[in-house]
Nanobody
């Protein structure tokens, strides 16, 4: 069974940094997109960044120049390095991956359980 497990959230002061990790485990044939979303209280979930299997990337305008997404295909893991954090970055961050489990021909989306990031003094 495929699972995504996130880690690295926590409480940080404004201007600080955090690094989120998300590891996909289970019988996986291939992974295409790996994405990070976030959802703040009372707001809709928004796409923060994604990285493709060819290492093309996308960033939400408000995080450009501060966040960096990367992946380690040998570990089926995606990272989100978050620098110069602001209070408005406070949210639950969710990992998402578009992948094919073994013996399955269709791409499917899988989600992690979410990790809380709080930016506050």
């Amino acid at each position: 069974q495929v699972q995504l497990v996130e880690s690295g959230g926590g409480l940080v002061q404004p201007g600080g940094s955090l690094r989120l990790s998300c590891a996909a485990s289970g019988s996986i044939s291939s992974i295409n997109y790996m994405r990070w979303y976030r959802q703040a209280p009372g707001k809709e979930r928004e796409l923060v960044a994604f990285i493709t299997s060819a290492d093309s990337t996308y960033y939400l305008d408000s995080v450009k120049g501060r966040f960096l997404i990367s992946r380690d295909n040998t570990r089926n893991t995606v990272y989100l390095q978050m620098n110069s954090l602001k209070p408005e970055d406070t949210a639950v961050y969710y990992c998402n991956a578009q992948l094919k489990p073994l013996y399955i021909t269709m791409w499917s989306d899988y989600w992690g359980q979410g990790t809380q990031v709080t930016v506050s003094s």
